[in-house]
């Protein structure tokens, strides 16, 4: 949606929280209905608010695979043509009519849920999954005929699903080759290490895991183990486990907060994040595959963090 439309959609479920037809939407409730952030696990059916930097929209969920969605985008108004599926305010615990777009269904990452608002019944995401795509659609003569406030809203959606979509991974900046090549890191003088913790001023457990590509480096940091060192390391590949757990909403929040405590982007939190985790998680138990859920619990609750915090 354009701007002011995205801006007002945290807003705008304020208001309907309000109203005595939508109690349901209030912090309490929704933490009474779907339990603590930390517990969240999108199902079929949900309808959920999507948001990434200045985007946001409402979806209801068709699909949950362990990384990906597929969803259909939702306007919180009555919209009757030939390819939406108008609800009243009794079909879902948001209290007004809202309009289903089947034919805008998509996949995305499960990264930009952000939280779920309500559920529609198992014969409504019957009817969403059998509908036909737009590309599949007849050209019929309702369709050249739509309301311009649906071809309106129609193409906002478009181009907010667009920009929702693309969210996939953790990124780790390119490595320049003259930071990493022909550093022996395994034999350093320990002066050198000396002076490298001295000037990073972090404990050489935290160097030492930089240095193994373990723990993400700041840029001043990667200039200091250049001068000192030699080089900088590599960045260790991120356990795939870990990284399509960070990813499931149910620890946005904390990243978010993450990402506010270090000045960053939530995904340069996120990918932060995943970093001390598995620095955290190679300590205590070795090659062993920890369960990620707890390692991520433990490291919060030793930063003092709060992972059922709502955003």
């Known amino acids: 949606m354009v701007s002011d439309k995205r801006d007002g959609l945290p807003q705008e479920f304020g208001a309907l929280a309000q109203q005595a037809a939508a109690p349901q939407l209030t912090e309490s409730a929704l933490r009474l209905r779907f339990g603590p952030r930390s517990s969240w696990a999108p199902v079929p059916g949900q309808i959920w608010r999507v948001t990434r930097e200045d985007v946001g929209l409402l979806v209801l969920l068709l699909e949950v695979g362990a990384d990906s969605v597929l969803a259909a985008p939702i306007s919180v108004e009555s919209l009757a043509a030939a390819d939406t599926l108008p609800i009243d305010g009794g079909g879902t615990a948001l209290g007004v009519p809202v309009t289903v777009w089947p034919g805008l269904r998509r996949g995305f990452s499960v990264g930009v849920l952000d939280r779920p608002v309500a559920e529609v019944t198992p014969a409504v995401v ?23 406030a649906v071809s309106e809203a129609r193409a906002l959606l478009e181009d907010d699903l667009a920009a929702v979509a693309d969210m996939l991974g953790v990124d780790v900046e390119p490595l320049d080759p003259e930071m990493t090549g022909g ?34 480096s700041t840029p001043d940091q990667a200039m200091i183990m250049r001068e000192v060192l030699g080089g900088s390391p590599a960045a260790a590949a991120l356990p795939p486990g870990l990284v399509t757990e960070l990813h499931q909403p149910r620890w946005r929040g904390l990243v978010r907060q993450c ?12 990918t932060a994040l995943a970093y001390d985790v598995t620095a955290m998680a ?27 915090a709502v955003e």
């Open 183 to 216: 550093i022996d890191f395994e034999n350093l003088p320990s002066e050198a290490m000396d002076e490298a913790v001295e000037r990073l001023g972090v404990p050489l457990p935290v160097l030492l895991d930089m240095i193994d590509g373990k723990r993400i």
């Open 126 to 148: 019957g009817l969403v999954v059998g509908w036909p795509t737009r590309s599949e659609e007849p050209v019929s003569d309702v369709a050249r005929r739509s309301d311009p």
């Open 259 to 270: 990402g506010r405590r270090d000045r960053i982007t939530e995904e340069a939190a996120r």
């Open 282 to 308: 190679a300590r205590q138990t070795g090659d062993q595959e920890p369960s990620w859920p707890d390692r991520i619990l433990r490291w919060s609750e030793s930063h003092q963090l709060d992972p059922d």
